[in-house]
């Protein structure tokens, strides 16, 4: 089976970075790198109480962009349910 964007299931990795401790909840840099068809790097800043919820939350907002690229349609995107609901794209 060849893969390509259209077909493949996204995966990614990220890399958290602190920016802010001063206020709950903590400021998050986000660095999520996509594999191969989806070898794209995205950059979130993310407000989220911990840096699982805020990698989460940025791993998620990756998926849906590479969704959008494979054509599914807006109305099941906005249907995804959050699995990070305190965590929030700034």
């Known amino acids: 089976m060849i893969l390509d964007s259209k077909t ?16 709950r909840p903590y400021n998050f840099l986000v660095t999520v790198t996509g594999e191969p068809p989806h ?4 950059r979130y800043r993310i407000s ?4 699982n919820e ?5 791993m998620q907002l990756f998926v ?8 599914v349609p807006e ?10 609901p305190r965590a929030k794209l700034q």
């Open 8 to 23: 493949a299931q996204p995966r990614c990795t990220c890399t958290v970075e602190l920016l802010s401790r001063l206020f």
């Open 39 to 42: 070898a794209f790097v995205r």
């Open 54 to 58: 805020a990698a989460t939350c940025a």
């Open 75 to 84: 109305a099941v995107r906005k249907e995804i349910a959050s699995i990070t």
């Open 48 to 51: 989220a109480p911990t840096d």
């Open 64 to 71: 849906k962009e590479c969704m959008a690229d494979q054509g």
